[in-house]
């Protein structure tokens, strides 16, 4: 037990290491000064890397033999997961593009970056990384792991906040999203590409269509379609969990819950 909290808490370390590199390069005047597209690369290729590397370091103290990428969830059926999430974020495709136009000043690297690359990110270190580890290496307990790592995830948007409602409100939505992708995750049978594509094309169709957003909170017109994309989610995860049977059901509490690895 007292290792499993050693390594919890070093996860949490690494995790913060992780989170935190983008304000400790910013520190850099050298860093600063280069162009922001440049920027975006080496801070996301060194936390996808950090991530890969930390993973490792967490796995070569545990006794079971783990993959690396099964243990993240991307040793999987990536075109299906990608296929689900395009199904799941139907509803924000089709109401966006009959309330919004396109927006025309978005730029190719703007969607490569703010949609592709920051959704693939997000989701192998808030739940591929930090939830997974917890739950499935470190076998926490679902219910920790996830309020745990959803805390943290609407923490890490707090920035959007321009006043305390709109930062309270960002903090709730931002929680929410956290515990239905991790849930996400587990469900349909650990795998990473599911919230990756949801996250991925959540954002894509954000920016794309000219939604007058400036953050997470967004237009209560824009918020319905993201809802009911939300409520699809749980609609369709719920009918596959009847049909295949939950992984979580009866295992929710326990610490040593040994699932899927």
């Known amino acids: 037990m007292l290792k499993k909290l050693v390594l919890a808490l070093a996860l949490l370390i690494m995790y913060l290491l992780i989170d935190n590199l983008w304000r400790v390069l910013g520190q850099f005047d050298m860093f600063s000064e280069i162009n922001q597209w440049i920027q975006y690369s080496i801070r996301y290729t060194l936390q996808i890397g950090l991530c890969f590397a930390f ?12 993959n690396l990428f099964d243990t993240l969830g991307l040793k999987t059926k990536t075109s299906y997961g990608l296929f689900i999430s395009i199904l799941f974020t139907l509803p924000m495709l089709l109401g966006y593009s009959i309330i919004a136009p396109l927006n025309m000043e978005i730029t190719f690297l703007e969607i490569l970056f703010w949609s592709f690359i920051s959704g693939f990110s997000e989701e192998l270190l808030f739940r591929g990384f930090l939830f997974g580890l917890l739950f499935r290496v470190l076998k926490i307990g679902f219910f920790p792991s996830i309020f745990l790592a959803s805390i943290l995830f609407g923490i890490g948007h707090l920035y959007q906040g321009g006043d305390l409602n709109n930062t309270l409100i960002i903090f709730a939505i931002t929680f929410f999203g956290s515990l239905v992708f ?16 949801t996250h991925i094309f959540m954002n894509l169709y954000w920016s794309i269509f000219d939604l007058d957003a400036t953050n997470a ?21 719920f009918l ?3 049909k295949d ?3 979580l059901k009866g295992k929710l509490l326990t610490l040593d819950y040994n699932y899927g690895h």
């Open 217 to 237: 909170l967004g237009g209560w017109g824009a918020n319905i379609f993201r809802f009911l994309t939300i409520l699809l989610i749980i609609v369709l995860t």
């Open 55 to 66: 993973t490792l370091t967490l796995l070569s103290f545990v006794k079971e033999p783990y």
């Open 240 to 242: 596959k969990i009847k």
């Open 182 to 197: 991790g849930w996400l995750y587990i469900e349909w049978d650990n795998n990473l590409w599911v919230p990756i594509g």
């Open 245 to 247: 049977g939950s992984h």
